[in-house]
T-cell receptor
């Protein structure tokens, strides 16, 4: 069964304290892995797509990487405005069209 | 600006009542989706549609119905058969390929009176 696990569930950082969020996946062939940011009461905001192991994408203080079993979202020198829940999702080769499998998310809090 | 509009933002349902959640997109996307989000759980797929006049059940379709009469619109009806409808409902859209990112609206929060 295709599965996505995110860790930790919650992460508290001081402003400027770099860290990483993990997304482990078990799928019957990876078609794509997606990272989203979700603020309270809002819909997820698309951040990155990764398609193959070794691929990396960057946007401001965020950098996403992909291996054959997991993805990391690295946050460098975070600011309070980076506080949000970060969601990881995958589409597998064995899945039907539209079957995006989501993890439960990591809630990030950045204190000034 | 292009985007996805969900309405209303908050909705209350009485026992035995059907309610309809609206989703409109002006991104010219072919595919549209409905998800349900509950606290402590990942998003779960209710229904999706790849083209007009066609839609498929997702993982938790029981108690829900949809229609896709126009490319821009994909309304979701929560029927009285859905016994636990209280949740945050999210609509998304994407270009037709399954490895393209889905873009989301800002959701409708449904509660039971």
């Amino acid at each position: 069964e295709d599965q996505v696990t995110q860790s930790p569930e919650a992460l508290r950082l001081q402003e400027g304290e770099s860290s990483s969020l993990n997304c482990s996946y078990t799928v019957s062939g990876l078609r794509g892995l997606f990272w989203y940011r979700q603020d309270p009461g809002k819909g997820p905001e698309f951040l990155f797509t990764l398609y193959s192991a070794g691929e990396e994408k960057e946007k401001e203080r965020l950098k996403a990487t992909l291996t054959k079993k997991e993805s990391f979202l690295h946050i460098t020198a975070p600011k309070p405005e980076d506080s949000a829940t970060y969601l990881c999702a995958v589409v597998s080769l064995g899945g039907s069209q539209g079957n995006l499998i989501f993890g439960k998310g990591t809630k990030l809090s950045v204190k000034p | 600006d292009g985007g996805i509009t969900q309405s209303p933002k908050y909705l209350f349902r009485k026992e035995g009542q059907n309610v309809t959640l609206s989703c409109e997109q002006n991104l010219n996307h072919d595919a549209m989706y409905w998800y349900r989000q509950d606290p402590g759980q990942g998003l779960r797929l209710i229904y999706y549609s790849q083209i007009v006049n066609d839609f498929q059940k997702g993982d938790i379709a029981e108690g829900y119905s949809v229609s896709r009469e126009k490319k821009e619109s994909f309304p979701l009806t929560v029927t009285s058969a859905q016994k636990n409808p209280t949740a945050f409902y999210l609509c998304a859209s994407s270009h037709g390929h399954s490895n393209q990112p889905q873009h989301f609206g800002d959701g409708t929060r449904l509660s039971i009176l």
